[in-house]
């Protein structure tokens, strides 16, 4: 049963958004420390990091200005999430583990508030779960590439997007069986869950080297690395008798002559 009235559900969905905000802007200072910004470099990475996975969701769902951007709270409270973390420094173990709880955190809070950001908005199911991926991941992955780093969202680590996109499912999921209410708490849940196990287990999707196309040649020379002479039966594996060149082939036969043409 879902314990919330639409008002309700409606100001729970404002909360979490600015605890998301407040806890990405955060972690965003964090980031600025330790590349040894300003103060108005630890404004704008939090600023980025807080408010840009929001701007971009409500730009695409078209439905009305951003709420960042109408809503006087989000952009002081993106603020006191920079100024803290440039106030308040922690040691290098307490921050470590405050920053694996924040980020599996905003994870979960704000792909349940995309989801229903998208719901209020009029979209299906698909256009929400997407939304609350882009919710999730949109403002890390901008402060990134502000930041001239390789966004989370590309993968090469722990799991990330694919958290988002767990937690967006298990919200779209219970608002269907009309329970958003304990949707909330299990998307959130389960993004705590996922991203301890990421962080503190390694688990994480595979990279393309696991998916390499495997062939006689590629054993050939994976067993010879190291060697400055291919075989040259190694390179024969190359050609494949009988083949017909034509447009586009590699090796094109220019021993024989042209066929000529009854005119």
Known sequence: MNLLTPEGLASVTNVLDLAGVFASALLGGSIARTMDFDLFGFLVVGFVSGLGGGILRDTLLQNGPPVALVDPLYVPVAIAGA?????????EVTWDRLFTILDAAVIGIWSVVGVQRTFDAGLGWPAAIIMGTITA???????DLLLRRVPAVFGGNALYATVAVAASAVMVAASFLGSPSVGIIAAIVLSLALRWGAVRRGWGLPNGRDWQPQSALGSLLRRGRGLRVVRPDALRLLRRPGRRSGVGSVHERHDEAPESQDT
């Open 83 to 91: 100024l803290v973390a440039f106030f308040v420094s922690f040691s």
């Open 137 to 143: 991941v949109g403002g890390g992955a901008m402060r």
